[in-house]
């Protein structure tokens, strides 16, 4: 969904440390941040490809899957590329426009798969609540994969582009319009459309609970039952809209801001403020292991069985290895 493309463009424009000295803070920061989310990403795809307690079956999985393995790629390639970019600009020293463009590259196809998957999995969701009695029939493991591969060859053209005979200003607004402002527009409509049609359904549920009792209303069990799945709903969604909606609509901003407002670039706190919003999708990416998986216990405990297996094995290992035998 998103590219550093024009963070890219605007670092290799701008003229040494004397400008812009937090641009230090910024590579300082990738580099602390990119080794945080290749482990919890690859502890991620580690515990899926294992998976002890069948815990990865449903198509929604394979969604986390791709997103993680995506997001991998952005802590090997893209941040340690794009914090090497910021420190040499820091240091007045010279521009590597190679360097620039292969990260700009990978990045348009890392992120955008990652925030791609991210709304695939609202739309899964969504579709789980609406209509869970079509849900297994509408999801399946075959059409996950379809969107999948959609998304995935959507975001390589956009990769392969920077290589080709077209110019980066095309590339650079098409991936604004097509990927950055659609899908952060879809991220926002399915949330709103998500939350209505849970609210639909718990009113519908609560309606049919004090039909069927004699009394003309439920009973408090059932209403408790009904508010704590309201409450795990809302904590379910304001993750999905902290960690995925407010980096996209925040860095669409910035582009928008970087593209069409030049006066705004003269004012270093602007400046200052997209260099922060485009750091909130690496932040995003660090995060969606724990946002999305983690936070399931059966998830945690796969996890937790893999760890303890693999001690178990090297202390089995340990126990069986002789020591040489002295002769004295």
């Given amino acids: 969904m998103m590219s550093f493309s024009n963070l890219t463009d ?17 590579a300082v920061f990738k580099i602390i941040l990119a080794p945080i989310t290749v482990v919890s990403n690859g502890f991620l795809v580690l515990t899926a490809y294992v998976d002890p307690l069948r815990a990865f079956r449903a198509p929604s999985s394979s969604f986390l899957i791709a997103m ?46 990652s925030f791609g998957m991210v709304f695939a999995l609202a739309v899964d969701y969504f579709i789980a609540v609406f209509r869970p009695t079509k849900y297994k029939s509408w999801i399946t493991i075959q059409r996950a994969q379809v969107l999948i591969a959609v998304i995935s060859i959507n975001a390589s053209i956009f990769s392969i582009l920077p290589h080709a005979n077209v110019s980066m200003e095309i590339v650079f607004k098409v991936d604004l319009y097509l990927n950055s402002t659609v899908n952060s527009t879809l ?34 069990d059932e209403i408790e039952k009904i508010i704590a799945l309201q409450s795990k709903f809302c904590r379910v969604l304001l993750i999905f809209v902290m960690f995925s909606t407010i980096p996209a609509v925040f860095a669409t901003i910035s582009y928008y801001l970087m593209e069409y407002c030049d006066p705004c670039q003269r004012y270093k706190a ?9 750091d909130l999708m690496f932040i995003k990416c660090a995060l969606d292991p724990f946002a999305f998986a ?29 020591p040489d035998n002295i002769s004295s």
Avoid at 10 to 26: A, Y
Avoid at 191 to 211: G, M, V
Avoid at 271 to 278: A, G, N, R, S
Wanted: charged share 15%; aromatic share 10%.
């Fill in 270 to 278: 602007i400046v200052i403020f997209q260099k922060v919003c485009l």
């Fill in 10 to 26: 605007h670092l290799n424009t701008t003229t040494g440390s004397s400008m812009q000295p937090e641009l230090l803070v910024f």
């Fill in 68 to 113: 993680s393995v995506a997001n991998v790629f952005t802590g090997l390639i893209v941040e340690p590329i794009f914090a090497t970019l910021e420190y040499n600009d820091y240091f007045g020293k010279s521009n590597l426009p190679n360097l620039a463009k292969v990260g700009s590259s990978f990045s348009l196809l890392t992120l955008n798969v």
């Fill in 187 to 220: 991220l926002v409509v399915s949330y709103i459309l998500l939350y209505f049609a849970f609210h639909d359904q718990t009113k519908r549920s609560l309606n049919l609970r004090r039909a069927v009792n004699n009394p003309g209303r439920a009973n408090t």
């Fill in 294 to 322: 983690w936070r399931l216990s059966r998830n945690r405990q796969a996890l937790k069985k893999i760890i303890l297996c693999q001690l178990g094995m090297l202390t089995q290992m340990r126990s069986t290895v002789q």
